[in-house]
């Protein structure tokens, strides 16, 4: 798979995972209701510079295993095409109601730094995050992919999260926003489940070159 084309992927799957609601968009609310946009933005940069942690680990590990293991890559191919699936099928079991988030306390105005902390500690510390990564990489992994395209895919979902997070913050600026969107969580997991399962079920029907 050429580079462009991962792109493509990478692109779609993140874009999807990050627009349904979880840690990140109650965090990006909280911020954004209670300290303004400024604060919002602030932790949507800690956010995206939080998935530097993953990103780090995710690519230099699978670059190793590409490098030294065709069996072992396929292994973790395999495992990652399971994941999604089981993501998918939990996306496509949402149900309404499932995404209210709880009710947003006001907090005290904090410093840029602490904000982006906040946001940084929020995306770094998600238990889930290091085998959503691994699992999104092998969709676009094959015995001859370089290392430093994972390092490309990485930070083009960087730019991605700090993008999505950012429009977000100016949508949460109106609280009659931020409801209508919570009222339509389980549909984006719904789509985004869907999308899931299909790659899932890509990455399983694909051996390793």
């Known amino acids: 798979m050429d580079l462009a084309q991962g792109l493509i992927i990478v692109t779609t799957v993140h874009l999807l995972a990050a627009a349904a609601p979880g840690p990140d968009f109650i965090l990006v609310s909280q911020q954004t209701l209670s300290n303004g946009n400024r604060a919002g933005l602030l932790c ?20 190793a295993l590409i490098a030294n293991s065709s069996s072992a890559l396929w292994s973790i191919k395999l495992l990652g095409g399971c994941y999604l699936i089981y993501l998918g099928i939990s996306g496509l079991r949402a149900r309404a109601g499932n995404h209210q988030t709880e009710q947003l ?5 904090s410093s840029a730094l602490k904000t982006i902390g906040l946001g940084f500690l929020c ?29 490309i895919y990485g930070l083009w979902m960087m730019v991605l999260q700090l993008a999505w997070f950012s429009f977000l913050t100016l949508l949460l600026s109106r609280p009659l926003v931020t409801s209508k969107f919570q009222r339509m969580g389980h549909w984006i997991d719904r789509v985004a489940g869907g999308a899931m399962l299909i790659l899932g079920l890509k990455v399983l029907a694909t051996r390793t070159q």
Request: aromatic share 8%; glycine share 6%.
């Open 44 to 63: 949507s940069l800690g956010i995206a510079l939080g998935l530097s942690v993953h990103i780090l680990y995710s690519s230099l590990g699978l670059a």
């Open 105 to 109: 306390t006001t907090a005290t105005e």
């Open 123 to 151: 995306n770094a510390l998600n238990p889930k995050a290091p085998i959503y990564f691994v699992s999104l990489f092998t969709i676009v992994l094959s015995q001859d992919t370089p290392a430093q395209h994972l390092l």
